[in-house]
Structures are given as C-alpha cells and as structure tokens.
C-alpha cells in the first residue's frame, strides 16, 4: 500500500471551509487520511519535498488533491501550473474548488489540465460527482470499505 | 465755158483727191481712175501703186466684204447694176478686213455708195465709190445689241428668281406659321410688328390682324422695362440668348428665351424673333437653385464633417465648416488634398484602398472608425462614405464623418468600469460568500451535532439563521448574474421560441413544483441569443407560477403577435397581479411588490428580463390589476440583425 500515507490532500487558506470540507468527507468516511494546508506556498513545499517537507518522498503522492483557487502567497492557479508542468506530479488529480460557478478562473483551470471542480460549500454530493468526473471511482470504492 | 470747164475739171481732181471723205473712182471696166487721200489713208494703200488697176484684183480686201443682213447685194454685183441701171446703189454697213500692217487686218464697217458719173446723161463715165466708215457707229450698235440680248437674258433670270423668290417666301411663310414657337417680325426702325405666326396668336391671345402696325408695348405684351431690355438685346452681339418677360392675355407673366435674326422685308430691316416659353425651366431652375441653397445651408451647419471627394483622384473637393474645424485645413485649401493630408501616414493607404474598393463595388460603406490628424489633438471619426454615379460612371465619394472622440474615451471608462466592476464582482463571489459559507456551515453543524440539546425555540433560530443566510446567497447569485448580464457578448441567431419555452419549462420543473395550466401558442420566430432568451422566459414564466400559486385554477398563456417592426411576446396570468400605481418599481433591482412572506423572491428576475431585452433593442412592459392577474409583454424588432 505505497499509497496509504496520504489520500486526499486539501489545499484551502479558509479554516472554516476546510473544517467544513473535512467534516463533510470524513462524515461519509470517503477519506481516512487528509492533509490539510493553508496555502499554495505550503502546498508546493509539500508536493515537491522542498522547505518543511523536504524530508518527504516525492513518489508519495496523494490520491488526489483538493485545491482551492484564491489563497494568500501562492494561489491556486500557481499551484495548479507547477504540479502540471512536472513528469513526477502530473499524474496526481486536480479537483479546484471555487465560490462560483461564474469564476474566470475555472475557465483557466480547464485549460491547464484540470477535469473537475467543485463550487464550495464542499459536500459529499458535489464531491462524489467532482470524482465521478474524473472517472477516479476507486478513489472511492477502493478506500471506503477498509475504513467502514 | 470750155475752158471754165478744164477749170473746173482739174479743180475736181484735186478736190476729189482732197476731200475729207473716203472716195475712189472706177472707170466702166472696173479699173481705178482716182482715189481720195482720206481713203488710201484708210486702207494703207498708195495712189500711184493702185491707179488704172482692176478695183477688185488690187483691192483684195473688197473681197472680204460680207454684208449686213439687210444689204440685199454683194460689191461686185452692185457694180454691175449701177453700170447696168445706171442709177446710185447703197451697199450699207458692210464688214471688211482692211490690212494693217505686215500679215494684220482690221475689222472695219463701211457704208458704200456707188454713184455713177454719167456723161451727158446717157454714157457711164466712171462710178464713184463713197466710203463711209460706220465702225465706231456700228460697235456701239453690236454692243447695244450684245447689252439687249444680254438684258433678255437677265429678265429671265429676273423672272426665274422671282418666282424662286415667291415660292421661298410661300415656303417661309408656311414654315413661319407651322413653327410650334412664338415667332414674330417687328421693324427694326420703329419696333412694329410685321409678322407674327399662328404660334405667337395662340401664346399671346392676340389675333394676327390686330398685330399688324402695332408695337409689342401697344400690345401690351411687354412692358417698358421689357420693351428696353429687349430692344437692348437685340441691338447687341448676343442675338441667340435673349431673355424677357412676356404678359400673355390672360395675365399670366412668362419668361422667354428668344434668339432673333435681322431680315429685310420689303425693303425693311427686320428683327424676326423666335421664342422658347421658358417659364417652368426656369422656376424649376430656381426651384434647384434654392433647393441647392437650402442644401448648402444644412450641409454647411451640420455638426458633423461632410466631404465631396473626386472618384478617380480620390483628392478633396470640399467640406463643410465642420469638417474645416476638424481637419483644420480652410474650406478654401481643401482642394486637391488627399488622404495623407488628413490622415495619419499609417492608415491613410489603407483608408485610401478602402474607398476604391468601396467605388468598384458601388456600395456605401458601413461607418468605420478612424483616427484623424488634426492642428491640436488627435479625433476619432466614424465615418460613412457613398460612392456617387452619373450615368453609371463614378463621380464623387461623399463622406459624412461624426466626431465621436468624446463617446470614444468614455467607451474607453466604460470598459475600465466594467473591468472594476468585474474585478469587485469577483470579489464579492469570492468574499462574501465564504462567511455565509461558514455561516450555513456551522448552523448546520450545530443542528447535526447538537440539536438533542436544543429546545424547539433553539432549533427555530437556528433554522431562520440557516434560510436567511441561505436568501443571502440566492441574492448574491442573481446580483452577479445581474452585473454579468451587462457585459455578456450577444450571440444573435434566429431563435424558435417555441423551443425555448419547452427548454424554459423543463429548466422550471427541475426547481419548482407546480399545478398551473401553461398555454403556449404558436409563436414567431426572431433573431435573439438563445440563451439570454431562455432566461428572460424562465423569470417571467416562474414569476407567473408564483403569483398564481395561491389561486384555485392557474392559468397561464404564452402568446406571440407582430406588430410594425417588431414582434411581441406576452406571459399572462391570472394571478395576484400588481397595482399600476407602483408600475415604476416593477423592473428596478431589488424592488418588490410583495412581502418576502407572501411570495418569495430577490428582486432581481423583472430587471433581469429588461436587461436582457434592452440588449436586444427591444422593450418591455406589462399590465396588471390587484388579484386579476397580470400580463408582461416584451417586443423585440424583427430586423435585429447581428
């Protein structure tokens, strides 16, 4: 289980939306392990093993990342760009989360490779249809019955 | 007495030989026996080489005599019978040859008599010839006779030009009166009339026998001034475009053109005078001329530039004072310009290629913006350009060009604006929904994980926090689609709003449930953007299921009708509808008619529907009563192209 470090990582500046977030998946038991960061800056850190997680293991990645647009620092598109650019990430599913579904930069996001979005508050329902998307079933169905 | 006799007889030799007139004497046999000085004078012969020899042998020239027509006898005949008869015989004007020097001869006349001298009445001594030279006498009678046949000749000719003349007059006189013009004949010493045509008669009223003798001012035809003009006219060098006023009979005051000649007739000098009624020429001439006027005037004080260009040449011919200020090149030094001039260097080649293409394809243009140089700062110009043909050929390009350098900059904050607007947009999505969020969020948390120590009085609060905040994102949701709606790009195509009502529906029943009957006629088609058209149906098709909610039966009917240019939609109900009186709020923003408790709702959906129509070009309106439903009606013109 190379994988079971970490499922879900969750990329969110707001604590609220991210306890939120959190509350909502973990509710359902869909992710048994999720790390949350505060900003792009963090989350860049963390994914390429550099600054505080430079002890990390690159080739440990998460199942998918759950990556809010507009944070402090780095943002989200910034993010979004970086793991896109680089062989050893770009594998990794992108799910953005945004506060509207008139957001410009969802447009963007599409553009740079990503499948799905969910507009926050974010639920299980808008989650499992943001997976569903993205045709990552078993990020699902693979995990939930261990943990049930 | 004898020898009184010799006397005598040598007296008369040498008065014979003497005599002044032309004499020669013959004896019987014709042999020369004396001859006067005056006729060898006049034939060049001498006394002493011609006496005792035969008349006729010495004489050759007596030979060549040819006698008058009215002499009935030849010389040597008449010699014959005067011998014979013994009695005078006049020869007259006989024509002969005399010698006149070496190998000449000249022609003379000569009267001849012969007289015969007899002795004792009985014997034929010698006959006298008496010469006369008639040649002078008998030239001048030739001439006259040439002059007289000549004369003869002349009569005829006379004659033949008379009768020429008579029927050249006859054929004039015919032409004169069949010329459809006014045509009229007054001397030119005394201006009465001579003449006049049947054409004239019928211009002026006046019989031809009342003209006669009478000037035109008798007439009353042309007044003094007239009169004076005319006459001054036709004294002067410009004989073919005289102009003059005429009063007919009836009163009625023409314009004349006339081109006149001067003709004798009779002996007198004539002006004949042919008139062109010109009168509608000429107003219509002065109709265009004030038309021209009246054009000028509009043109040279319109607000915006109007320019005349050559078509070939492309250089200016003028402009109006608009275009003076804007171009800041004098009305007068416009001439010959051409677009490098007014334009700057960059565009003026393409404008310039623009405008040949535009006269190839003889069309007017769309009005494009361009950029003119100008003494100060630079303008913008939207300028309209209409190629002009005569006979097919291409003369002019007319352009009218509207200063819009002003609309321009505000475009220009417009667009700034509108960025603002929608960075504060994004904001506002962004920033105002993450509290609600957590605001929904943490209610709902509290009523998952807490609800078992809440009383009931605690759960409706917490329930009324939930709603409000969750009131506060439909608002935000609409307001953003409100401000997006402002700066979305139309894409017009044409629209089966038929379609759109089924797709208007279905996206209806997604949401709400409801029991109301939905009639939807048949309706036209229109050139609109499908997707802004559907929302427009969606708001007014939901605001009618919600002001028929609380009716026993809702109805609802959705119409078409044309109406001019435009087409009509209308959405009735019979619900609560609304009191005229606050007609004035019903499509603001944020403005309702009725409590939130009564019905629900942002108000935002009405001025969504205006928005979107106004986009449109078109408009709306509607109608209602308090509990008798209400109808909202949107037109949108039916040439609304793209």
Redesign the interface.
């Given at each position: 289980m190379e994988n079971s470090g970490v499922e879900i990582l969750l990329v969110e500046d707001n604590p609220n939306d991210a306890e939120l977030t959190i509350r909502a998946l973990k509710k359902k038991n869909l992710a048994n392990k999720i790390v949350h960061l505060k900003d792009g800056a963090e989350a860049l850190d963390y994914i390429f093993c550099t600054g505080n997680y430079s002890d990390r293991d690159i080739n440990n990645k998460p199942r998918a990342i759950l990556l809010d647009l507009k944070m402090p620092k780095v943002n989200g598109l910034e993010v979004l760009e970086r793991v896109k650019a680089d062989k050893r990430t770009r594998s990794i599913p992108i799910i953005v989360l945004t506060s509207s579904n008139e957001d410009p930069d969802v447009k963007k996001c599409y553009d740079m490779g990503v499948n799905s979005y969910i507009v926050k508050p974010v639920g299980f329902d808008n989650f499992t249809k943001a997976v569903a998307d993205l045709g990552f079933y078993w990020l699902l169905l693979n995990e939930a019955p261990n943990n049930r | 007495m004898k020898d009184r006799f010799d006397t005598i007889t040598i007296d008369f030799e040498s008065l014979f030989e003497s005599a002044p007139n032309m004499y020669i004497a013959v004896s019987p046999d014709l042999k020369i026996i004396g001859a006067s000085d005056a006729y060898l004078d006049a034939t060049g012969s001498k006394r002493h080489k011609i006496l005792g020899s035969d008349l006729f042998e010495i004489c050759t020239y007596l030979n060549t005599c040819t006698p008058d027509e009215t002499s009935e006898m030849e010389l040597p005949d008449a010699f014959q019978y005067v011998l014979k008869r013994k009695e005078s015989m006049t020869l007259d004007v006989q024509k002969l040859l005399l010698p006149a020097g070496r190998d000449k001869t000249t022609e003379r006349y000569w009267n001849m008599h012969l007289i015969p001298v007899l002795f004792e009445k009985q014997q034929i001594l010698c006959v006298i010839l008496r010469v006369e030279d008639v040649t002078e006498m008998e030239l001048v009678r030739i001439e006259a006779k040439v002059q007289t046949a000549r004369n003869t000749e002349l009569e005829a000719a006379e004659k033949i030009h008379l009768r020429n003349l008579k029927e050249s007059e006859a054929r004039f006189i015919k032409v004169f009166n069949l010329s459809p013009a006014p045509l009229f004949m007054t001397k030119v010493a005394d201006g009465k009339l001579v003449l006049v045509n049947s054409a004239f008669e019928k211009f002026t009223g006046i019989n031809s026998a009342a003209t006669n003798g009478k000037t035109l001012m008798e007439l009353g035809i042309l007044d003094a001034p007239n009169i004076a003009d005319l006459n001054k006219q036709l004294a002067g060098d410009h004989s073919n475009d005289i102009e003059f006023c005429v009063t007919t009979k009836s009163g009625s005051t023409r314009k004349m053109l006339a081109t006149s000649e001067i003709v004798e007739v009779d002996n007198m000098l004539c002006h004949l005078v042919a008139m062109l009624d010109i009168t509608v020429r000429k107003n219509h001439e002065n109709d265009l001329m004030q038309s021209n006027h009246f054009l000028d005037t509009i043109l040279e004080h319109l607000p915006g530039m109007v320019f005349v260009k050559d078509a070939e040449t492309l250089n200016y011919i003028r402009i109006n004072k608009a275009g003076e200020l804007l171009t800041g090149i004098s009305q007068k030094d416009i001439a010959g310009k051409n677009n490098a001039d007014i334009y700057p260097a960059e565009h003026a080649e393409e404008i310039t290629r623009g405008e040949r293409e535009l006269i190839e394809r003889r069309l007017p243009s769309a009005a494009v913006e361009e950029l003119i140089k100008t003494g100060g700062s630079d303008k913008w110009l939207h300028t309209r350009r209409i190629p002009v043909y005569e006979d097919g050929k291409p003369v002019y390009l007319v352009g009218i060009s509207e200063d819009v350098t002003e609309q321009k900059k505000q475009q220009e904050a417009i667009l700034q604006l509108n960025k603002e607007l929608e960075a504060f947009?994004?904001s506002v999505?962004?920033d105002l929904?993450?509290p609600l969020?957590?605001v929904?969020?943490?209610a709902q948390?509290l009523d998952e994980d807490y609800a078992h120590v809440l009383d009931s009085e605690g759960k409706r609060l917490l329930h009324t926090i939930s709603d409000n905040a969750e009131k506060m994102g439909a608002l935000i949701d609409n307001l953003?689609?409100f401000s997006?709606l402002g700066r979305k790009e139309l894409t017009k195509r044409e629209t089966d709003m038929n379609g759109l009502v089924t797709r208007a529906l279905a996206e209806i029943s997604k949401s709400t449930e409801h029991v109301a009957t939905i009639k939807v006629n048949e309706l036209h088609q229109v050139m609109s953007d499908p997707d802004l058209m559907t929302q427009v149906l969606i708001n007014l098709i939901e605001n009618a299921i919600k002001y028929t909610s609380r009716k026993p039966n809702p109805e609802i009917e959705i119409s078409s009708y044309v109406d001019g240019s435009e087409v009509v939609y209308c959405v009735s109900d019979n619900g609560a509808g609304f009191d005229m009186k606050y007609y004035d709020k019903l499509f603001g923003v944020f403005q309702r008619l009725h409590a939130v408790d009564e019905y629900a709702g942002t108000g935002v959906g009405l001025a969504i529907v205006q928005r979107i129509i106004a986009r449109h070009g078109g408009r709306v309106w509607a109608k209602g009563k308090v509990n008798e439903g209400a109808t909202f009606c949107f037109a949108l013109p039916i040439s609304n192209t793209k």
């Open positions: - | 947009s994004y999505s962004h929904r993450a969020r957590a929904t969020g943490y948390m953003l689609t997006r």
